[in-house]
């Protein structure tokens, strides 16, 4: 049987949940993260204060996706930021991360925004292959552009 598409958003109640699986995100990749209890706590706030948008899939749940939105001084309409979107191993190719991915921008449309942006690592051909596939470019403005780069740095 395949896992439920049906994407939701997350409440307050929710916040163990998405923390677990965020530190699972983390933790596959070798990426350093708090405690679940911390986790658990910060991402409690970011729902509450309304920072962060969080959206669930399957019953487990099964992933997940984080939305942020900021002020555009050019446009005047929000920005939509992608920050994480994350699927359990065990059920990845089964249509969960392109059902947070759709419900991610639908979200974003819904609040206003007009565009969406994510970053993801190169050697992530699958994400990359997914967010193609829903017209991300990383092609500064005309398909045959150059390549836009993201930085970032530990303050």
Avoid: C, W
Avoid at 69 to 88: H, N
């Amino acid at each position: 049987m395949s896992p439920d598409p049906a994407v939701r958003v997350a409440s307050e109640a929710d916040a163990a949940a998405v923390a677990g699986l965020l530190y699972d995100f983390n933790t596959e990749f070798g990426e350093p993260v708090p405690e679940i209890g911390v986790l658990t706590e910060r991402i409690y706030e970011h729902i509450e204060h309304g920072e962060s948008t969080f959206l669930l899939v399957g019953g487990g749940p099964e992933g997940f996706a984080q939305l942020r939105f900021r002020p555009s001084l050019i446009t005047g309409a929000p920005d939509a930021y992608l920050e994480e979107l994350y699927v359990a191993p065990a059920l990845r190719g089964k249509g969960l991360g392109r059902a947070l991915l759709e419900a991610a921008m639908e979200e974003a449309r819904r609040r206003g925004a007009g565009r969406i942006d994510l970053g993801t690592s190169e050697d992530d051909t699958a994400a990359r292959s997914l967010y193609e596939s829903a017209g991300f470019t990383n092609r500064e403005g005309r398909p045959d552009g150059p390549v836009m780069l993201y930085y970032e740095r530990d303050l």
